[in-house]
Every structure is written in structure tokens, then in C-alpha cells.
């Protein structure tokens, strides 16, 4: 069983429907999870809250089924009514103390940081883990701040908590990001737009295992 | 006090900051209240959660001090993170069940229904009351379905629960609407375009008493 109090952050899979193109969703995911990712984040934002919902419910089931951590981006409300493991939170989002007040001690908040200040104030705020980007120029979220791995580093040396870093990371570059001592990388595209999920995945995890000295 | 359990539904807003214009938002609802507004929608689509939470909660603030019923439209989050007296959930917003069960059966939940059978179920999932619409063409909500009087009436009687019409509700026409037997009006433009939002709320609910005959 995956712990709640100490998740896998190594690949960390952020979903975007609209990459996947005809691809079937659900299969995509699984195959990614096949494939080597540790961690989940659902994250939609041109939809209903009832399609949300039924979406959430089907991507838990999945996650609960390959036993990994499902968050729900900004969406508090259907996190609690899919009972994931956890909401993560944008700096546009609702503020990290409400949502731990909200969600109780036993489920993991993650926070959107770009700057030290604002990494200070979500680990001060309650949250479990930061996601740190955009590192690399981004197509899945044009308006992202650029942080450089100089200031990634400064940022993990900074906090206590676990650190991934997201924006642009792929094969070529994952090795540098994870250099900087991070926990571990988010990606969209690097795994969901390529034709073979779970041989992206497994690639990107042999790249983050090497530099982590894993065997 | 007003009662959670036995609200005035009489004279509802639903808020639109988009057709206040230039006007004040808060006066505006301030005012309406002050004039005869009885129950509050907040009702925000395009903006961030961050942004939904803030002015949520100026408006909580508001509805404290007139002691009156605020609710949440859609976003469950919201309605939790301000301590709303609950949400209105459309057919596209979460189920009625699962509102209810994170809400618990202190909170309110309306639902909106456009035809008996969501009336019914609605009801049956735990509704404390339905808004029912649109009775007439409307600007706020192009994509609504038309309800009859007669429809309306109808899904009156089959329910137990309080019913709001919504919809293209004014001044020339709240008379007739209320003849239906219903329990309240729910209106947007009748009262947040008008200049004086005071003097409308006071003539609406002069005409929604009268139907009611209450001196």
C-alpha cells in the first residue's frame, strides 16, 4: 500500500485531456502507471462539475487499482466527493489553510510555488509537497513564470518538504531538473502526448532513478 | 434569526456581477436587500477559485449582517470554505446525494429542475427546495429550457418541498407566476439592472405578498 504520509513524488503525471488526442483517456493513464508513474493529479478546467465528477470517479478507481496517490487540481469539492487522496492547489486557487482546514490532516495538499516567498508561505501554510515550474517554456500552460534550476535548488534547499518540479521537463532535460536534489518531476506531455505512454513513463523513471542512484 | 430549516424563499436574487456594470456590486445586493431580497445566490462562472472564495466571502459578510440565507451556486468548495448556508446545484453541478452527504443535513441544497421527473428525483436525493425555469426567454441563462405555468404548477403539487420560479421574471409578470401556488421568485436582471436595486426588491416582494395575501 502507497503511504499517504510519505507518497512516491518521483513521476509525477499531470492529466490534460486535450493532449491525448484520440488516444482513449483512461487507457493512456494506465499504461502510464504500467509504465513507472508514482503519482497522480487529475486536472481539468474547461468542464462541468457533474463531467468532473464522473471523471474523477473513473481515474480513482484506476489509481486505487495500480495503488497510487490521486490529486485533484483546484477542486476541492470533488476531491471530497471522489474521496481522493488529495487536492493541489495554484496560487489562483482556494488559499492552502483553507484547504487543510477543509480536508483534515490526512490528505495531501500540494501548492504551485515559482518564487522562495511563495514556497515559504505553502510550506508554512500546510502543504505537503510544492510544485515548482514552470522550469522549461511549457505548451500546456502558456502564461507559467520561468524558474531557473538555480532557483529550484535554492528552493528545495529552502523548505522541508518534498519538492517537483513541473514545465517543459522530458527526456533531454529531466537528468539536469533532478540534479538539483528535487523529489521527483510532473509532467503532461512527456509521457500523455507520446504514442506509448508506458514506454515514456518507464523511460523517464530509469532517467530519475539513475540520478537518485537508484538500482 | 432567519431558520435554515424553514427559509424565506420568497424574494431570491441570484448575483451576475456582469450585469451590475459600473455599479457597486456589494451596494447593489446591500441595497436589494435592504429593499425586500429575502435569499442569495452568489453565482460566479468565469473567474478563479481564488477569486470565488474572496468575494464569497464579502458576501457571507453581507448576509450575516441583513440575516438572511446566502447559498453557493455549483462550486461545493466555496460554499464550505465560507461557511455558506449551502449550494444550488444545477443538472450539470454534483448530484443532490453526494452535495448532501458532504454537507450534511444541516446546510441547504436547492436544485434546479426543468421537468417533473428532476423534480421528483431531486427531491428524492435530498433537496430542500428547487428552483424551477426558465419560465420566461432570458438573457442570463440563453441555453435554458422554457417551463410552462402550467408545468410549473404541476411539479408544485407532485413535491413536497419549497419551489422558486426562475427565469425571466419581472415586475409585469411575478403576479401570474406566483398564482401558480409556488413559493417564491428568483430573479437576476429584475432587480441587479436596475438602477435603484432597493425600490425593485421592495416592489417585487409588494406583489409576491399580495398573491399571498399577506398584509
Known amino acids: 500500500m502507497y503511504s499517504v504520509t510519505r507518497p512516491d513524488y518521483r513521476l509525477y503525471l499531470v492529466?490534460?485531456?486535450?493532449?491525448?488526442?484520440?488516444?482513449?483517456?483512461?487507457?493512456?493513464?494506465?499504461?502510464a502507471i504500467d509504465g513507472g508513474v508514482t503519482f497522480l493529479q487529475l486536472r481539468e478546467k474547461s468542464i462541468s462539475s457533474r463531467e468532473f465528477y464522473q471523471l474523477a470517479q473513473s481515474v480513482k478507481k484506476i489509481a486505487v487499482r495500480f495503488n497510487i496517490p490521486l490529486v485533484i487540481n483546484d477542486r476541492l469539492d470533488i476531491a471530497l466527493?471522489?474521496?481522493?487522496?488529495?487536492?493541489?492547489?495554484g496560487q489562483s486557487d482556494l488559499p492552502v489553510e483553507v484547504a487543510r482546514q477543509l480536508l483534515g490532516p490526512n490528505k495531501i495538499i500540494g501548492v504551485s510555488a515559482s518564487q522562495v516567498d511563495e514556497a515559504l508561505a505553502a510550506e508554512q501554510g500546510g502543504a505537503d509537497y510544492?510544485?515548482?515550474?514552470?522550469?522549461?517554456?511549457?505548451?500546456?500552460?502558456?502564461?507559467?513564470?520561468?524558474?531557473?534550476?538555480?532557483?529550484?535548488?535554492?528552493?528545495k534547499q529552502i523548505v522541508n518538504i518534498p519538492v517537483v518540479a513541473i514545465g517543459g521537463i522530458n527526456e533531454e532535460n529531466a537528468a539536469a531538473v533532478m540534479d538539483t536534489g528535487i523529489d521527483g518531476i510532473s509532467v503532461v506531455s512527456a509521457i500523455l502526448a507520446k504514442e506509448n505512454t508506458k514506454q515514456a513513463s518507464a523511460k523517464l523513471l530509469e532517467i530519475i532513478r539513475k540520478t537518485r542512484n537508484e538500482k
Open 130 to 155: 510544492l510544485g515548482v515550474g514552470a522550469i522549461f517554456p511549457t505548451g500546456t500552460k502558456t502564461d507559467a513564470r520561468l524558474v531557473s534550476l538555480t532557483e529550484l535548488e535554492k528552493i
Open 81 to 89: 466527493a471522489v474521496d481522493a487522496d488529495g487536492v493541489h492547489v
Open 15 to 31: 492529466t490534460d485531456r486535450e493532449i491525448i488526442g484520440s488516444k482513449s483517456f483512461y487507457a493512456s493513464i494506465e499504461q
